[in-house]
Nanobody
Framework: QVQLVQSGGGLVQAGGSLRLSCAAS????????MGWFRQVPGKERVCVAA????????YYLDSVKGRFTISGDNAKNTVYLQMNSLKPDDTAVYYC??????????????????WGQGTQVTVSS
């Protein structure tokens, strides 16, 4: 069974940086997409960044472009999210996700079939 384990996150002041990591363990599979989603209470889970398993395609939510960078290593089943110039609006629970499907939109949560446990990111003003 595949398990995604997240690390990183926490509390940071506005303008600061954080790095999230996610590693798959167990019976891993070839990931056609790896992504990071975030969710605040009462709202839908939103994709902030995603990357193709071969690194050929990358997606960013408009509001994080130029501030967040996703990177991944499919061979090591790991994905990272470097978050710079953080804003209070970035406060949310962040989830990593892997997809074994070779089709579908990178920003659609339904494409992803493995999820991390979630980690809180809080940006103070």
């Amino acid at each position: 069974q595949v398990q995604l384990v997240q690390s990183g996150g926490g509390l940071v002041q506005a303008g600061g940086s954080l790095r999230l990591s996610c590693a798959a363990s167990g019976r891993t599979f070839n990931s056609y997409a790896m992504g990071w989603f975030r969710q605040v209470p009462g709202k839908e889970r939103v994709c902030v960044a995603a990357i193709a398993g071969n690194g050929g395609s990358i997606y960013y939510l408009d509001s994080v472009k130029g501030r967040f960078t996703i990177s991944g290593d499919n061979a090591k089943n790991t994905v990272y999210l470097q978050m710079n110039s953080l804003k209070p609006d970035d406060t949310a629970v962040y989830y990593c996700a892997f997809s074994s499907l070779d089709y579908g939109r990178y920003d659609y949560w339904g494409r992803y079939n493995q999820w991390g446990q979630g980690t809180q990111v809080t940006v103070s003003s």
